[in-house]
């Protein structure tokens, strides 16, 4: 079930400049799309969403792109900070459920 | 800012007990969720559960796996007859609503590790 993809395991971005993530996605069922970030020894926390009706949501630093015709999925963080280093992990759902489908997951290592 | 809280954060079984996992969702939310995270793998859904009753469960949810609501507050996740491969981070989550454009907020988790 590769429903939800990260292809890059890893990251690294000095402090300051922007931080790119990518997904992809294979349903086209999927309606609406988050990112989680995660620390090591806590649970994914809630970052940032967008509705497939939309196709570009921004929260303060972070921006959530979203391409429907390519199924692609993208996270900008402008500035990167040494506390935005994390494993982030984008997740799909589709409108006739209420699971989440979770990526494998990009490490990101902002150097200070 | 209200949270999921899940207990223990670490449980250490023997193959073949059972487990029981326990969460307490936050506290106006309607929709509970376990999901597991097998060391190195994505993390998978497991089961949905609103007015007490699963709404969703995957293929992972098996006969061995079960969910309660056994008060007000809390939510767990019992695993019948444990087995290696149920070793894996277990998370709890909550959400408001379902289906709707709402995330679903986790706990921190339980690591289950079965012996």
């Known amino acids: 079930d590769q429903q939800v993809k990260q292809n890059s395991p890893s990251l690294s971005v000095q402090e300051g400049r922007i931080s790119i993530l990518n997904c992809d996605y294979t349903n086209s069922m999927f309606d609406y799309f988050l990112w989680y970030k995660k620390y090591p020894a806590e649970g994914p926390t809630f970052l940032i969403s967008i509705s497939s009706i939309k196709d570009k949501n921004e929260d303060g630093r972070f921006t959530v792109f979203l391409n429907k015709s390519a199924k692609h999925l993208s996270l900008h963080i402008v500035p990167s900070q040494p506390g935005d280093s994390a494993v982030y992990f984008c997740?799909?759902?589709?409108?006739?459920?209420?699971?989440?489908?979770f990526g494998t997951g990009t490490s990101l290592t902002v150097i200070p | 800012e209200p949270e999921v809280t899940q207990t223990p954060s670490h449980q250490v079984t023997q193959m073949g007990q059972e487990v029981i996992l326990r969460c307490v969702p936050i506290s106006n939310h309607l929709y509970f969720y376990w999901y597991r995270q097998i060391l190195g793998q994505k993390v998978e859904f497991l089961v949905s559960?609103?007015?007490?009753?699963?709404?969703?469960k995957s293929e992972i949810f098996d006969d061995q796996f079960s969910v309660e609501r056994p008060d007000g507050s809390n939510f767990t996740l019992k695993i019948r007859s444990t087995k290696l491969e149920d070793s894996a981070m277990y998370f709890c989550?909550?959400?408001?609503?379902?289906?709707?454009?709402?995330?679903?907020?986790f706990g921190d988790g339980t690591r289950l590790s079965i012996l």
């Open positions: 989550a909550s959400s408001v609503q379902g289906r709707t454009d709402q995330p679903q907020h």
């Open positions: 559960f609103y007015n007490n009753e699963i709404s969703e």
């Open positions: 997740a799909a759902r589709t409108y006739t459920g209420n699971q989440f489908y």
